[in-house]
């Protein structure tokens, strides 16, 4: 039980261009999810909190307008990364929790290269 | 406020011999921990967490770690090394509900044959 899924795995994009990644809870209702990005060889940085059918909430240093992140149902998150850069390149993961006081449990990770 | 120190970015031993990754925390609650491990361009596998219940926690693949509030440490142990277990661990704090994680920076754990 509690898997979480994301999509896609990997995803090359052109710097300018927007990219999508999806983040699902295959089994279980997820009320809130994050998402964190890692940069090579460091640690993992929280980048906001969503809640279902609420507006996210961003760490501070995160541009909203740039990462932008839904959370429509209790099962799916998607976060997209707008008007991309190559620093922008990182691995993406997120995670989901059925709510305060619940465990999260990670996704895959996305890996995103901007070209 | 919540945060991790994980006083070693690289750990070196020998396949057989123990493992000590250690991680300190501090929190202004009662604090939940976990260790993670992170293989190469894989997702985060819990091994193992601390919430309020035994001190001595045993986790997944022989890894236990002891949470001793007056050292406020949660270190991670083996007894004895797998290759297999070369990969990176986390130790992370979480905020008063599981509200959000805290992650320390990491540490690279290399075991030689």
């Known amino acids: 039980g509690a898997v979480v899924s994301q999509h896609p795995s990997r995803v090359i994009c052109k710097s300018g261009t927007s990219v999508k990644i999806e983040c699902r809870s295959l089994?279980?209702?997820?009320?809130?999810m994050f998402w964190y990005r890692q940069f090579p060889k460091k640690s993992l940085m929280l980048m906001a909190t969503?809640?279902?059918?609420?507006?996210?909430?961003?760490e501070q240093g995160v541009e909203k307008d740039k990462f932008l992140i839904n959370h429509a149902s209790l099962t799916l998150s998607t976060l997209t990364v707008t008007s991309a850069h190559p620093e922008d390149s990182s691995f993406y993961i997120c995670?989901?929790?059925?709510?305060?006081?619940?465990?999260?449990?990670f996704g895959p990770g996305t890996r995103l290269t901007v070209t | 406020a919540q945060s991790v120190t994980q006083l070693d970015s690289h750990v070196s031993v020998s396949e057989g011999t123990p493992v000590l990754l250690r991680c300190n925390y501090s929190?202004?609650?009662?604090?939940?921990l976990f260790w993670y491990v992170q293989h190469p361009n894989k997702g985060l596998q819990l091994l193992l967490k601390?919430?309020?219940?035994?001190?001595l926690v045993k986790g997944i693949n022989g890894f236990e770690a002891e949470f001793k509030k007056s050292e406020t440490s949660f270190h991670l142990t083996k007894p004895s090394a797998h290759m297999s277990d070369a990969a990176e661990y986390f130790c992370?704090?979480?905020?008063?509900?599981?509200?959000?994680?805290?992650f320390g920076s990491g540490t690279k754990l290399n075991v030689k044959p």
């Open positions: 929190s202004s609650y009662s604090p939940s």
């Open positions: 089994d279980f209702q997820a009320t809130t």
């Open positions: 995670s989901a929790s059925s709510g305060a006081g619940y465990e999260q449990y």
């Open positions: 601390y919430t309020s219940a035994a001190t």
């Open positions: 992370v704090v979480s905020g008063d509900n599981f509200n959000k994680f805290y």
């Open positions: 969503s809640n279902e059918g609420s507006k996210a909430t961003y």
